[in-house]
């Protein structure tokens, strides 16, 4: 039932987007410029060293697409929703939402999205087999389908720790936490070897930044599957916190137009 919600939702997105060819055009090529600007970025630092945390050249332009294809998935389907959801809430539109015969946490956070978006999904898949080949990694089975597993977890777990952040509106209207959660996220770029050592634990046991890019990425160039236990009860138990922390928030949310 909710799959073929989602497929309804994404199909009428895609229909809307592509009724402004132009503007889809324009997001195509603004996803090309910023990926290839990442890259870029990243090369110059590899200019003043070998290494970066442990990582050579070619493992963090694999952990930089896999961020890519995270942040795409994020900016597709979850931040078209929550990005103004706060404005919904205080201006009573999120009374629609719950007025609507299907969950409403579904609905406010992937009740639409940005298909043009999927393309930096692609190219993150493109970017990280660009870095694999230029690490020279030999890739084995059980490495991929870790990496996959530990990408799909860490969608998850981006998704729940979203929607936590953005149910923060029921207590304090007035509180955007936005800003925070984009730095934050930008650290998932890099390996948290680059950081140190209490920063790097806050990311990784703390604030699951890690998960992002820096574990799948390790897990596809050892071909091991030690972190993807690990990985699937912080997406179960992230999950779990944001069901409850939005059923709490509604009991709080007094419409606006009542």
């Given at each position: 039932?909710?799959?073929?919600?989602?497929?309804?939702?994404?199909?009428?997105?895609?229909?809307?987007?592509?009724?402004?060819?132009?503007?889809?055009?324009?997001?195509?090529?603004?996803?090309?410029?910023?990926?290839?600007?990442?890259?870029?970025?990243?090369?110059?630092?590899?200019?003043?060293?070998?290494?970066?945390?442990?990582?050579?050249?070619?493992?963090?332009?694999?952990?930089?697409?896999?961020?890519?294809?995270?942040?795409?998935?994020?900016?597709?389907?979850?931040?078209?929703?929550?990005?103004?959801?706060?404005?919904?809430?205080?201006?009573?539109?999120?009374?629609?939402?719950?007025?609507?015969?299907?969950?409403?946490?579904?609905?406010?956070?992937?009740?639409?999205?940005?298909?043009?978006?999927?393309?930096?999904?692609?190219?993150?898949?493109?970017?990280?087999?660009?870095?694999?080949?230029?690490?020279?990694?030999?890739?084995?089975?059980?490495?991929?389908?870790?990496?996959?597993?530990?990408?799909?977890?860490?969608?998850?777990?981006?998704?729940?720790?979203?929607?936590?952040?953005?149910?923060?509106?029921?207590?304090?209207?007035?509180?955007?936490?936005?800003?925070?959660?984009?730095?934050?996220?930008?650290?998932?770029?890099?390996?948290?070897?680059?950081?140190?050592?209490?920063?790097?634990?806050?990311?990784?046991?703390?604030?699951?930044?890690?998960?992002?890019?820096?574990?799948?990425?390790?897990?596809?160039?050892?071909?091991?599957?030690?972190?993807?236990?690990?990985?699937?009860?912080?997406?179960?138990?992230?999950?779990?916190?944001?069901?409850?922390?939005?059923?709490?928030?509604?009991?709080?949310?007094?419409?606006a137009t009542s």
């Amino acid at each position: 039932m909710v799959l073929k919600l989602f497929g309804a939702l994404f199909s009428m997105s895609l229909r809307r987007s592509l009724a402004f060819r132009a503007d889809l055009l324009f997001e195509l090529v603004m996803t090309l410029v910023g990926a290839g600007a990442a890259v870029a970025a990243l090369g110059v630092v590899y200019t003043r060293t070998d290494t970066l945390g442990g990582w050579a050249p070619g493992e963090a332009i694999a952990l930089l697409g896999t961020f890519q294809l995270v942040s795409g998935l994020r900016t597709a389907f979850v931040e078209p929703n929550l990005q103004w959801f706060g404005d919904q809430v205080k201006s009573g539109r999120f009374d629609a939402i719950l007025l609507q015969p299907a969950p409403s946490m579904f609905l406010a956070s992937l009740g639409t999205c940005t298909p043009a978006a999927l393309v930096q999904v692609g190219i993150g898949i493109g970017i990280t087999a660009a870095g694999i080949v230029q690490a020279d990694v030999a890739l084995s089975v059980a490495g991929v389908a870790s990496w996959l597993i530990l990408v799909v977890a860490a969608t998850v777990t981006m998704w729940a720790t979203r929607i936590a952040l953005a149910s923060v509106v029921f207590w304090a209207l007035g509180l955007n936490l936005d800003i925070l959660y984009d730095a934050v996220w930008q650290f998932g770029r890099y390996p948290v070897q680059v950081y140190r050592s209490t920063l790097q634990s806050v990311l990784t046991y703390v604030v699951p930044v890690a998960l992002l890019a820096t574990v799948p990425v390790d897990a596809l160039r050892d071909g091991s599957f030690v972190a993807v236990p690990a990985a699937l009860i912080v997406a179960a138990g992230t999950s779990t916190a944001a069901w409850v922390i939005w059923r709490r928030g509604l009991r709080r949310y007094t419409s606006a137009t009542s």
